[in-house]
């Protein structure tokens, strides 16, 4: 049954992001894929995170979040946030980054995209709280496709869950 939902969500398919926060001279990223504009007038995003995540009490205090969007060439940037070597507070020592213009947060150098946003609104959901973006700047740093969930041979349901390698049937 597990395996089911694995890749019935994996169906979802979602695109890869780093998101960003800043707190004084703490800057810090986290593997995100939950990510998705929800408005066209004005632009606005979502981006889910976990309620016992390190970033999301900065989220709720600060306001402001850095969205990064991963592309293919940058996977390194998704494989390294969703190691155990990312699990802590200063996990951006060794990556390369500028803060943006106004908002101040991390823009990850091989991201294919960055954002800075204001929290516009949040909301719990489940085990996540949804934080409503209003981008206020963009870097498109280079030309590249963005990565997906399906590059990945993993799906997220709250933990890890490895899908088959060969998923050509769907």
Known sequence: MKQDLAQAMAALTTGIYVLTVADGALHHGMSSSWVTQVSGEPVLFSAAIDHNHFSRPIIT???????????????ALE?????????????LTGIDYHLSPQLKVPWLHLAAVSIEARVANSFT??????????????????????????????????????LPRDRSGW
Do not use: C, M
């Open 61 to 75: 205090r600060t306001g402001v979040f850095g969205l990064n969007i991963v592309g293919s060439r940058g996977k």
């Open 79 to 91: 494989d390294y946030f969703y190691s155990s070597s990312a699990k802590r507070p200063d996990n």
């Open 125 to 162: 959901a489940g085990d996540h709280t949804i934080f409503v973006g209003e981008p206020l700047g963009a870097r498109i740093h280079q030309a590249d496709r963005p990565l997906t969930s399906l590059d990945l041979d993993y799906v997220y349901l709250g933990g890890k869950v490895v």
